[in-house]
């Protein structure tokens, strides 16, 4: 049980376009879920909490209009980074939280979507 | 000071012994503290969690925790070469990880 799935795993895109990942919890429901950036030899950096019918929660130095997130029901997240640049090349990774309340912090995390910008 | 700390490593131990791994962290509230193994290239796998001061225990891994002095830790006990990642610490505190500790088992 709680398998978390993103999609796509692989990206690569050219500088100045849009792109979108998802993140689902396959066999649980989320209401809250979380998206990392991970840069190479670096650790886990939160970007946000995504709460389900809610505006995210972005943390301090994070474009929220440039990475736009969506958390339309309890089972799927999106991240769009929007009009990406070369230096948003990065491994993003999402994370569920089983149940209905933010108040477990046993997340399980998505298998990660590297992103490439050229 | 950071709000997790860890010795980034590598940590090398010889197949079979036990692997220690520490964490101390800034925040007296913190509640809830975790650790992840993370191989090259893919995402975190929850391998324990733990609230309570003391020692918790799943199969070879023993978390061991201490409110007190801020420190919590992770034993790895008859290390297989498969156990070879990078651990990383977390507290719920604004679910913030540590750098992670590259761990070496050596066959």
């Known amino acids: 049980g709680a398998v978390v799935s993103q999609h796509p795993s692989r990206v690569i895109c050219k500088s100045g376009t849009s792109v979108k990942i998802e993140c689902r919890s396959l066999?649980?429901?989320?209401?809250?879920m979380f998206w990392y950036r991970q840069f190479p030899k670096q650790s886990l950096m939160l970007m946000a909490t995504?709460?389900?019918?809610?505006?995210?929660?972005?943390e301090q130095g994070v474009e929220k209009d440039k990475f736009l997130i969506n958390h339309a029901s309890l089972t799927l997240s999106t991240l769009t980074v929007t009009s990406a640049h070369p230096e948003d090349s990065s491994f993003y990774i999402c994370?569920?939280?089983?149940?209905?309340?933010?108040?477990?912090?046993?997340?399980?995390f998505g298998p990660g979507t590297r992103l490439t910008v050229t | 000071q950071k709000e997790v700390e860890q010795n980034s490593g590598p940590l090398s131990v010889p197949e079979g012994a036990i692997a220690s791994l520490n964490c101390t962290y800034s925040d007296r509230g913190s509640q809830s503290f975790f650790w992840y193994r993370q191989y090259s290239g893919k995402s975190p796998e929850l391998i324990m969690f733990?609230?309570?001061?003391g020692d918790k225990e799943d199969g070879r891994f023993t978390a061991q925790l201490n409110k007190a002095s801020q420190y919590v830790s992770l034993l790895i006990r008859d290390s297989q070469p498969s156990d070879s990642a990078t651990y990383l610490c977390?507290?719920?505190?604004?679910?913030?990880f540590g750098i992670g500790t590259k761990l070496q088992v050596i066959p």
């Open positions: 977390a507290v719920n505190q604004k679910v913030t």
């Open positions: 733990i609230y309570s001061n």
């Open positions: 066999d649980f429901q989320a209401t809250t």
């Open positions: 995504s709460n389900e019918g809610s505006k995210a929660t972005y």
């Open positions: 994370s569920a939280v089983p149940g209905t309340s933010a108040s477990s912090y046993e997340q399980y």
